[in-house]
């Protein structure tokens, strides 16, 4: 018995490390009206990626616009090219003065979750859709995000049918049905990066999934308040109690921005704009070693973090300001498999959720391309 448990265990650190490790396939978003099914394969944002560098530059140089939305820098500190304007839809209400601008991909994962709830409750009320970025990205209002054109605020699905944005969910007010259904199409039918939540919603909506029949080791891996996981997709944040905050990855804009960035900026079709990057200072540091470190000014720093002095302070945050042809992040991205359940509690087994072949069956399918030496271990179990 121990070695068949030593077996499988070994299975599944093999199969867990194959799913990390095997690049998923950029989602094909179209940034225009009309079908896709009859262009050329090269004229979808999503396989300009497949272009070696010199073919991106060379597309980047005769036509930009082709390329769809572009999302550049961090959530903190970004630029958005080729940006779409969230449609108008029943389904949803814009909140009084939202700036409603996004990537494709962040519009199609709106519509992917909303749509879940109204799949599973045909009779749903418009839920509101609050602030997703300026038309450019960049700063947006008093937010400290919402500029990549993945962040999006969510109103809340009430008891009452229809509430007024900015409502503070609590247990009198708040139709968990409807939004649990959310949450869970969110984390399952969407690249979904993070859903910043007050920590007593996400009490409401962990006891209502418990008591429907979702698994707990799951609900424990997908909400922080309960094991205090870091990898957690729903994380708490002060003044998240009347919406959800939630950001997407965005697998094409991202990457392909990434790339396409340095040859924007050397083919003029934009000029550099100035991004942020934050710095923990250290005890012994100094306005103008940072300065030189980045590259940066004192007098640029001081503007960017509204300071009246040279002095800061160890410990504390502060945003340093960057020009230059590489942007933040430098790294390619990479979407982490979704966070599926072992389950489907038979309240919502009447529409149809991921699974791990629906959305990895390519990757499943690399599984079987390891070594031969691997497989005889597990001949006899």
């Given at each position: 018995?121990?070695?068949?448990?030593?077996?499988?265990?070994?299975?599944?650190?093999?199969?867990?490390?194959?799913?990390?490790?095997?690049?998923?396939?950029?989602?094909?978003?179209?940034?225009?009206?009309?079908?896709?099914?009859?262009?050329?394969?090269?004229?979808?944002?999503?396989?300009?990626?497949?272009?070696?560098?010199?073919?991106?530059?060379?597309?980047?140089?005769?036509?930009?616009?082709?390329?769809?939305?572009?999302?550049?820098?961090?959530?903190?500190?970004?630029?958005?090219?080729?940006?779409?304007?969230?449609?108008?839809?029943?389904?949803?209400?814009?909140?009084?003065?939202?700036?409603?601008?996004?990537?494709?991909?962040?519009?199609?994962?709106?519509?992917?979750?909303?749509?879940?709830?109204?799949?599973?409750?045909?009779?749903?009320?418009?839920?509101?859709?609050?602030?997703?970025?300026?038309?450019?990205?960049?700063?947006?209002?008093?937010?400290?995000?919402?500029?990549?054109?993945?962040?999006?605020?969510?109103?809340?699905?009430?008891?009452?049918?229809?509430?007024?944005?900015?409502?503070?969910?609590?247990?009198?007010?708040?139709?968990?049905?409807?939004?649990?259904?959310?949450?869970?199409?969110?984390?399952?039918?969407?690249?979904?990066?993070?859903?910043?939540?007050?920590?007593?919603?996400?009490?409401?909506?962990?006891?209502?999934?418990?008591?429907?029949?979702?698994?707990?080791?799951?609900?424990?891996?997908?909400?922080?308040?309960?094991?205090?996981?870091?990898?957690?997709?729903?994380?708490?944040?002060?003044?998240?109690?009347?919406?959800?905050?939630?950001?997407?990855?965005?697998?094409?804009?991202?990457?392909?921005?990434?790339?396409?960035?340095?040859?924007?900026?050397?083919?003029?079709?934009?000029?550099?704009?100035?991004?942020?990057?934050?710095?923990?200072?250290?005890?012994?540091?100094?306005?103008?070693?940072?300065?030189?470190?980045?590259?940066?000014?004192?007098?640029?720093?001081?503007?960017?973090?509204?300071l009246a002095t040279t002095q800061i302070r160890a410990g504390r945050t502060y945003r340093i300001p960057i020009r230059g042809v590489t942007a933040p992040p430098v790294k390619p991205l990479v979407v982490p498999v979704r966070p599926l359940p072992p389950r489907t509690p038979e309240v919502l087994a009447s529409v149809t959720?991921?699974?791990?072949?629906?959305?990895?069956?390519?990757?499943?399918?690399?599984?079987?391309?390891?070594?031969?030496?691997?497989?005889?271990?597990?001949?006899?179990?």
């Open positions: 018995m121990g070695s068949f448990i030593f077996k499988l265990g070994v299975l599944f650190i093999v199969l867990s490390a194959a799913m990390k490790t095997v690049p998923a396939p950029p989602q094909v978003v179209s940034s225009g009206g009309g079908s896709n099914a009859s262009r050329p394969t090269l004229e979808t944002p999503a396989s300009f990626l497949d272009l070696s560098d010199e073919d991106l530059k060379k597309q980047v140089e005769s036509d930009p616009s082709s390329l769809g939305s572009l999302t550049i820098g961090t959530p903190g500190s970004a630029i958005l090219i080729n940006s779409v304007a969230l449609p108008a839809d029943p389904r949803w209400e814009i909140a009084p003065t939202a700036e409603t601008w996004g990537t494709a991909e962040t519009m199609a994962s709106i519509q992917t979750a909303i749509g879940k709830v109204h799949e599973l409750f045909t009779e749903t009320p418009p839920i509101f859709i609050g602030d997703i970025s300026d038309p450019d990205g960049g700063r947006l209002k008093l937010h400290e995000s919402h500029q990549t054109g993945r962040d999006v605020d969510f109103g809340f699905y009430y008891k009452s049918g229809k509430g007024v944005w900015y409502t503070p969910g609590t247990a009198a007010t708040l139709d968990l049905p409807r939004n649990w259904v959310l949450v869970r199409a969110l984390l399952l039918c969407t690249d979904v990066e993070t859903i910043l939540l007050d920590t007593r919603v996400q009490k409401l909506l962990y006891g209502y999934a418990l008591s429907i029949g979702e698994e707990k080791t799951w609900l424990d891996r997908v909400f922080q308040f309960s094991k205090g996981s870091k990898n957690a997709v729903i994380r708490h944040v002060p003044l998240h109690r009347t919406h959800y905050h939630v950001r997407f990855y965005n697998p094409v804009a991202q990457e392909l921005g990434r790339r396409a960035y340095p040859f924007l900026v050397q083919s003029k079709k934009i000029t550099p704009p100035v991004f942020t990057i934050p710095h923990v200072v250290r005890a012994g540091e100094t306005l103008g070693g940072l300065a030189s470190r980045y590259g940066s000014s004192v007098r640029a720093i001081q503007k960017t973090n509204g959720w991921p699974t791990p072949m629906s959305l990895y069956a390519d990757r499943l399918a690399k599984i079987t391309t390891l070594p031969d030496l691997l497989w005889p271990a597990f001949r006899k179990i």
